[in-house]
């Protein structure tokens, strides 16, 4: 019977402190990478790079009442791009010859799509604020796209253009193993429901963003 009974409470107190959470989080990042794509025949480089919109969900588990272990996902994506006038030409615009702007363009892409497992402290400062920080481990899969482009906008009408593709540079991948760290203060709407603002900083050895999140999380 004692037994019994100390099985049970071992039991509720481990599903109590091993309550999950689920939440999304959206963000504004600034990504620096120093992954050059270039355009040999041209003698244009570009670097991927610069301000971007990120996106992301996470899923965690309260180990106690302060410490958790959250296992999230992020994505975002960034570009650069080149541009130069070349002048006035006349251009077929579908079987209709018409004088035109030229210009020539190239464009460089980077996505990144990120998976990180992060152990997190939390104090809670009253009965509606939290203070959060986090280390942990990210490991990242990169995704790089280039290419080049003709554009012609006719004089006569700016609404009649065309796009023809000069080159491409073709998709190239990389994966990365890297580190993130997060400081958060959160909002408890209800005991179960949160909202949030994050500062996170991520690097490995082909990027590194530092972002601020907003983030919405229900714990069960």
Not at 124 to 142: A, E, F, P, V
Not at 149 to 175: C, H, M, P, W, Y
Request: with cysteine.
């Amino acid at each position: 019977m004692k037994k019994a009974a100390l099985i049970s409470l071992f039991l509720c107190s481990s599903s109590a402190l091993a309550a999950p959470y689920v939440g999304v989080q959206y963000g504004i990042a600034n990504v620096s990478t120093d992954e050059a794509m270039v355009f040999v025949d041209d003698q244009v480089s570009l670097t991927p790079d610069g301000s971007s919109e990120t996106f992301g969900a996470f899923v965690g588990y309260h180990i106690s009442d302060t410490f958790a272990l959250e296992f999230g996902y992020n994505h975002y994506q960034v570009d650069q791009s080149k541009e130069i006038f070349n002048g006035i030409v006349s251009h077929n615009f579908g079987g209709q010859t018409l004088d035109a702007l030229h210009e020539t363009e190239w464009d460089a892409d980077m996505v990144s799509d990120q998976l990180y497992i992060m152990p997190t402290w939390s104090h809670t400062m009253n009965d509606k604020w939290q203070l959060t920080l986090g280390l942990g481990l990210t490991y990242s899969q990169y995704r790089f796209d280039g290419h080049s482009t003709n554009e012609f906008e006719a004089i006569i009408n700016d609404d009649i253009e065309q796009s023809v593709l000069r080159s491409t540079l073709g998709e190239s991948k990389a994966d990365a193993l890297g580190g993130i760290a997060k400081l958060g203060v959160n909002y408890f709407i209800v005991p179960q429901w949160q909202v949030g603002l994050s500062a996170h900083y991520q690097a490995d050895n082909i990027a590194s963003v530092t972002q601020l999140a907003l983030a919405s999380s229900y714990h069960f």
